[in-house]
C-alpha cells in the first residue's frame, strides 16, 4: 500500500512561487490517480488540481492558468508548482492518492498528513 508524504509549504508573498511535493512509498504509484486538494482557514476542503494515472491533468478554476500539477513515475512523486500566489490560496494542502480496479472500483483511498503554505506579505 502506497504512502504519502508531502513537502514544500511555507510563507511567501503575493505573486510569489511555491513548488509542493508529494512523495510515494510502496508499489503501483504509477497506476494511482492523484490530487491537491486544500482546506482554507475555516472552509471546507477542495479539490485544486488532479493527474490521472495517464497523466491528464484537470484544475479548479481558481488555480488554473497559475498551478501546474505533475508527476514523475520513476521518482514516485507528484508536484504542484503555484505560481502568483495570492492570499486566497492560504491553505493546509493535502495529497490524495487513489487506485481503482479496472471497472472503477475504488481500491485504496490515501492521504496524505498535509503541508501548509501561507500568502502573505
Known amino acids: 500500500q502506497v504512502q504519502l508524504v508531502e513537502s514544500g509549504g511555507g510563507l511567501v508573498q503575493p505573486g510569489g512561487s511555491l513548488r509542493l511535493s508529494c512523495a510515494a512509498s510502496?508499489?503501483?504509484?504509477?497506476?494511482?490517480?492523484v490530487a491537491w486538494y486544500r482546506r482554507p482557514p475555516g472552509a471546507e476542503r477542495e479539490l485544486v488540481a488532479a493527474?490521472?494515472?495517464?497523466?491528464?491533468?484537470t484544475y479548479a478554476d481558481s488555480v488554473n492558468g497559475r498551478f501546474t500539477i505533475s508527476r514523475d513515475n520513476a521518482r514516485n512523486t507528484v508536484f504542484l508548482q503555484m505560481n502568483s500566489l495570492n492570499p486566497e490560496d492560504s491553505a493546509v494542502y493535502y495529497c490524495?492518492?487513489?487506485?481503482?480496479?479496472?471497472?472503477?472500483?475504488?481500491?485504496?483511498?490515501?492521504w496524505g498528513q498535509g503541508t501548509q503554505v501561507t500568502v502573505s506579505s
Open positions: 490524495n492518492a487513489v487506485l481503482k480496479s479496472a471497472i472503477g472500483t475504488m481500491l485504496y483511498n490515501l
Open positions: 510502496g508499489k503501483l504509484f504509477n497506476h494511482y490517480d
Open positions: 493527474i490521472r494515472n495517464d497523466f491528464i491533468p
